[in-house]
């Protein structure tokens, strides 16, 4: 793996060194009226209050700078001592800007730094960037740092060493500054609208030609059947025309839910034609365009009847003609009338509990069940249109074809969750025995029911085992809505912590239902409580990460992994029999449950994923629990690389075959994985130090899988609460060839990419067609999907 550093976001306030003096006069307003809203009468600010409007966590750095910045030790700070502060450390050169460091540094104000005090230092850079490490792995670092910056040995730091070890960091003292602090920062100006650039035509032409058709064929229904009745009025024109094109959007609109053809039309040349991608999306819109027309439609049909209420000749009032069968409206026993309000109030209903704010808010069953109103809007709009039926004829039978099918192969027979995980951030990881004729691709979804958790839930996720793992399908699932988080709790309180009766029957028991077959040893990584010594944590940590170890290292427990440790209250009830049916009926810790718990599934369903291995540069970004559809992508990399491994019977010698898949056109991969923090990269590390031991035997020019690893709540080397911890961990990641917070060879990166960097650095590698595949949360995708318009790269977002 690549141990070259990853462009970071830069922080703002580095930027201002050239700012123009009418941006600095605006920065200087704005900081005047942010102190104003946080000063008291007397217009100065104390320790809590300047903690408390710089962001800053720990109170260490709190406390100096606040000395730093009270020139006069009034124990409290005006405007004018803030604004000389600030001035300095945003507009100053860089000597000034380490001065201001080393003082704070120099804890005691001798005029050095000895390796206590750096070490205290060191510990609250630790805190105020959320990383948990390790006393003895805190003094490795503080040696590290202070051995390299300590030129002349003599047990201090000078200033003049000080400047030279930051010299070594190109960049860093010219940006030196504190962390973007939300109130010192100005309001952003307003976005300017997007044009319709050439790359955005490039990146969305399928998208849009298909838009521009669904546009098309709307006018034209519409203005052949308002010609049609233009004799009527231009109410009846109106209500004919939104009827019609009524007619082709009440039956489209489940065209776009039919997951099983768009899997099928994923692997033909169509995928290349049409926005298969969103149809989520796209089934959205046509809702909203439903909703348009059913309103234009009544209006117009309510305008109608009016003028009919109000003529002479008239025998029908206009209660009549709206809510009756008396006038005879329509085409089967004059129910046009009363099925039209029937079915505007159905699809309202619809409307309003498809919203994100009851689908997201614990109410998923809200959505659920009034969605199922589909069946009887169809049976009301048969009834009410005389040409609809024949609209619906084949899309409708399609799908219910589909949910026939799906049903079936559902409830054929019902699935096992052998055993499950209980990971950090609330991750729950589910293994699943896996059905003998159940094919997926790598990246594919699959719906899950679980009826002891909810009946009639099915809810969609991600599988991230790779398909040529035969015996389990896994998930990962974030406790994020109602029906996950009950998913956590109830294994989570399954057990009840007391004794077993037999803890050493159980343990052999146990022991025997782990063991796998010896073709399996080489292909088997556990990713739930599995991870290579990575992951580190302080020792106040109670749920302790367990280690993937390499072949020939023993230790107990399966081949190649280490049991997970546990706390107090999980080791006294390690081994646990529970004697209802279809519940957990084996615990090896708190965290990890063997169980036999029902369960039914239905897919598996493609994704926008399945274009990687056809891509030339791929270029993988996952944020948080966004990374599923690629760990099953990277472990399925995995297993064919280790299929082309030989390995020499006498000399034992192994080198990779040249040749790759047929199938599998990859040159480059540069996989880039971001967290808020340092335990979610827990889950997926084993399989990352896997693939860089895998990467290390293959003979080509350059690496094919680059890592790059980000964490957003560390602060950057530009931080000045940020860069003695930053120095550090690079010079102990070059002496241990491994990351001091994953374990891994690659540099876990503080803060946020710097993506326009991290674009022209792919762009410039220059190993083929560059295609960029996002997980995660709707407001980076449209930051990626920006930046891929800019660099002509090909974008592909998997909802989640």
Same mark, same amino acid.
């Given at each position: 793996m690549s141990m070259l550093e990853d462009p970071a976001q830069p922080d703002l306030e580095s930027c201002r060194g050239t700012m123009s003096t009418e941006e600095d006069a605006k920065w200087l307003q704005w900081v005047t009226h942010q102190f104003e809203t946080i000063a008291e009468k007397d217009r100065e600010i104390n320790l809590q209050q300047f903690k408390t409007a710089l962001n800053v966590k720990e109170s260490f750095f709190?406390?100096?700078?606040?000395?730093?910045?009270?020139?006069?030790?009034?124990?409290?700070?005006?405007?004018?001592?803030?604004?000389?502060?600030?001035?300095?450390?945003?507009?100053?050169?860089?000597?000034?800007?380490?001065?201001?460091?080393?003082?704070?540094?120099?804890?005691?104000?001798?005029g050095s730094i000895d390796a206590d005090e750096l070490r205290t230092v060191l510990r609250s850079c630790m805190r105020e960037s959320a990383i948990s490490l390790p006393d003895e792995k805190l003094d490795q670092l503080t040696l590290a740092l202070f051995e390299s910056a300590d030129?002349?040995?003599?047990?201090?730091?000078?200033?003049?060493?000080?400047?030279?070890?930051?010299?070594?960091?190109?960049?860093?003292?010219?940006?030196?500054?504190?962390?973007?602090?939300?109130?010192?920062?100005?309001?952003?100006?307003?976005?300017?609208?997007?044009?319709?650039?050439?790359?955005?035509?490039?990146?969305?032409?399928?998208?849009?030609?298909?838009?521009?058709?669904?546009?098309g064929l709307h006018l034209l229904l519409f203005a052949l059947a308002a010609s049609e009745h233009r004799a009527r009025g231009a109410s009846v024109m109106v209500a004919k025309g939104c009827g019609q094109c009524l007619n082709l959007d009440g039956s489209f609109i489940a065209v776009l839910m039919l997951r099983r053809?768009?899997?099928?039309?994923?692997?033909?040349?169509?995928? +290349?034609?049409?926005?298969?991608?969103?149809?989520?999306?796209?089934? +959205?819109?046509?809702?909203?365009?439903?909703?348009?027309?059913?309103?234009?439609?009544?209006?117009?049909?309510?305008?109608?009847?009016?003028?009919?209420?109000?003529?002479?000749?008239?025998?029908?009032?206009?209660?009549?003609?709206?809510?009756?069968?008396?006038?005879?409206?329509?085409?089967?026993?004059?129910?046009?009338?009363?099925?039209?309000?029937?079915?505007?109030?159905?699809?309202?209903?619809?409307?309003?509990?498809?919203?994100?704010?009851?689908?997201?808010?614990?109410?998923?069953?809200?959505?659920?069940?009034?969605?199922?109103?589909?069946?009887?809007?169809?049976?009301?709009?048969?009834?009410?249109?005389?040409?609809?039926?024949?609209?619906?004829?084949?899309?409708?039978?399609?799908?219910f074809l589909e949910k026939i099918i799906g049903l079936a192969v559902s409830r054929m027979a019902a699935l096992c969750i052998v055993e499950v995980n209980l990971l950090p951030s609330k991750v729950t990881h589910l293994l699943i025995k896996r059905p003998p004729l159940f094919h997926y691709r790598p990246g594919d979804y699959l719906y899950l029911n679980i009826p002891t958790i909810a009946r009639y839930e099915w809810h969609p996720f991600t599988i991230s085992s790779a398909p040529e793992q035969k015996d389990t399908i896994w998930l990962h699932i974030r406790s994020?809505?109602?029906?996950?988080?009950?998913?956590?709790?109830?294994?989570?309180?399954?057990?009840?912590?007391?004794?077993?009766?037999?803890?050493?029957?159980?343990?052999?028991?146990?022991?025997?239902?782990?063991?796998?077959?010896?073709?399996?040893?080489?292909?088997?990584?556990?990713?739930?409580?599995?991870?290579?010594?990575?992951?580190?944590?302080?020792?106040?940590?109670?749920?302790?990460?367990?280690?993937?170890?390499?072949?020939?290292?023993?230790? +107990?427990?399966?081949?190649?992994?280490?049991?997970?440790?546990?706390?107090?209250?999980?080791? +006294?009830?390690?081994?646990r029999a529970i004697a209802e049916p279809g519940q957990v009926s084996e615990k090896s810790s708190e965290n990890h449950l063997f169980c036999n718990i029902k369960c039914y599934i239905d897919g598996p369903y493609g994704t926008p994923t399945r274009r990687i291995f056809a891509s030339e540069h791929a270029v993988l970004i996952g944020a948080g629990i966004g990374i599923t559809p690629f760990a099953s992508i990277l472990q399925s990399i995995m297993y064919?690389?280790?299929?082309?491994?030989?390995?020499?019977?006498?000399?034992?010698?192994?080198?990779?075959?040249?040749?790759?898949?047929?199938?599998?056109?990859?040159?480059?991969?540069?996989?880039?994985w971001i967290n808020r923090d340092q335990r979610s990269f827990e889950w997926f590390v084993s399989l990352l130090t896997k693939l860089e031991m895998d990467q290390a035997e293959i003979s080509q020019e350059g690496p094919f899988l680059e890592l790059h690893m980000y964490m957003t709540s560390a602060l950057g080397k530009n931080d000045m609460k940020a860069i003695g911890l930053q120095m550090a961990l690079d010079l102990l990641a070059k002496k241990e060839k491994k990351d001091s917070i994953t374990g891994l060879q690659t540099r876990t990166q503080p803060g946020r990419p710097d993506w326009n960097k991290v674009f022209q650095k792919v762009a410039a590698e220059k190993k083929g067609k560059v295609q960029v595949f996002f997980c995660g949360s709707p407001a980076l995708a449209k930051v990626l999907k920006g930046h891929c318009e800019q660099f002509g790269f090909k974008f592909f977002q998997e909802n989640f």
């Open positions: 709190a406390e100096r700078f606040f000395t730093l910045f009270d020139s006069d030790g009034s124990g409290t700070i005006t405007l004018q001592e803030l604004l000389e502060a600030l001035t300095l450390l945003i507009h100053g050169n860089p000597m000034d800007k380490l001065k201001f460091l080393f003082q704070v540094y120099d804890v005691d104000g001798s030129k002349d040995c003599n047990g201090a730091i000078t200033f003049d060493e000080l400047r030279d070890e930051l010299q070594r960091f190109p960049g860093v003292m010219e940006n030196l500054t504190i962390s973007a602090a939300h109130w010192l920062t100005p309001p952003a100006a307003p976005r300017r609208p997007r044009a319709l650039t050439w790359a955005y035509w490039h990146n969305h032409r399928s998208h849009l030609l298909c838009l521009a058709a669904f546009a053809c768009l899997t099928w039309l994923r692997a033909t040349w169509l995928a +290349q034609v049409l926005p298969l991608d969103q149809n989520i999306q796209f089934h +959205q819109f046509v809702g909203y365009v439903v909703i348009v027309l059913s309103l234009v439609h009544t209006v117009a049909h309510i305008v109608n009847f009016a003028l009919q209420a109000q003529a002479e000749a008239s025998p029908f009032q206009f209660w009549e003609l709206l809510l009756t069968t008396r006038p005879g409206i329509g085409w089967i026993h004059g129910l046009a009338s009363p099925t039209g309000v029937a079915l505007l109030l159905l699809l309202l209903l619809m409307f309003a509990c498809s919203s994100s704010c009851i689908r997201r808010s614990g109410h998923f069953e809200v959505f659920y069940w009034t969605h199922l109103s589909y069946l009887p809007m169809w049976i009301l709009l048969i009834l009410h249109g005389p040409n609809f039926w024949k609209w619906l004829l084949v899309p409708g039978t399609l799908f994020e809505g109602q029906w996950t988080n009950r998913l956590y709790e109830s294994f989570k309180t399954s057990c009840p912590m007391d004794c077993d009766p037999k803890p050493l029957s159980r343990s052999l028991k146990m022991k025997r239902s782990q063991r796998r077959p010896e073709s399996l040893e080489h292909q088997h990584i556990h990713s739930g409580t599995s991870v290579q010594g990575a992951v580190a944590y302080s020792k106040d940590v109670t749920v302790e990460l367990t280690s993937y170890r390499p072949k020939g290292t023993p230790q +107990q427990g399966d081949q190649g992994l280490v049991s997970t440790a546990v706390t107090k209250e999980g080791a +006294q009830a390690r081994w064919r690389h280790q299929k082309r491994k030989n390995i020499c019977p006498s000399c034992q010698h192994s080198w990779m075959d040249s040749a790759q898949d047929e199938d599998m056109k990859l040159h480059k991969v540069d996989f880039m």
